[in-house]
Nanobody
Framework: QVQLVESGGGLVQPGGSLRLSCATSRSRFSMNAMGWYRQVPGKQRERVAT???????NYADSVKGRFTVSRDNAKNTVYLQMNSLKPEDTAVYYC????????WGQGTQVTVSS
């Protein structure tokens, strides 16, 4: 069973930064495109960042220029650096493959509030 374990969330003031991590036990991790997703209660989960096996990246317009996704294939880990955080970034953040192939992890809560 593939495990996805997200960490690094917390409470931060607007304009602040957080770095999320996602460790996976998925075999051949380096061959998968990975994504960061977020979900607010009552809304659909949305993908905000994608990183291909090649390292190329893609972002949702809402986070472009503020979030940076990266990966360390040796550690089977993907990261999300979030800067200039806004209250509307408040959500539970998850990682998964792109397209989604694994069961969802527990996610990590990010709350942006003064």
């Amino acid at each position: 069973q593939v495990q996805l374990v997200e960490s690094g969330g917390g409470l931060v003031q607007p304009g602040g930064s957080l770095r999320l991590s996602c460790a996976t036990s998925r075999s051949r991790f380096s061959m998968n495109a990975m994504g960061w997703y977020r979900q607010v209660p009552g809304k659909q989960r949305e993908r905000v960042a994608t990183i291909a096996p090649s390292g190329s990246t893609n972002y949702a317009d809402s986070v472009k220029g503020r979030f940076t996704v990266s990966r360390d294939n040796a550690k089977n880990t993907v990261y999300l650096q979030m800067n200039s955080l806004k209250p509307e970034d408040t959500a539970v953040y998850y990682c998964n493959t792109v397209p989604v192939l694994a069961s969802w992890g527990q996610g990590t809560q990010v709350t942006v509030s003064s």
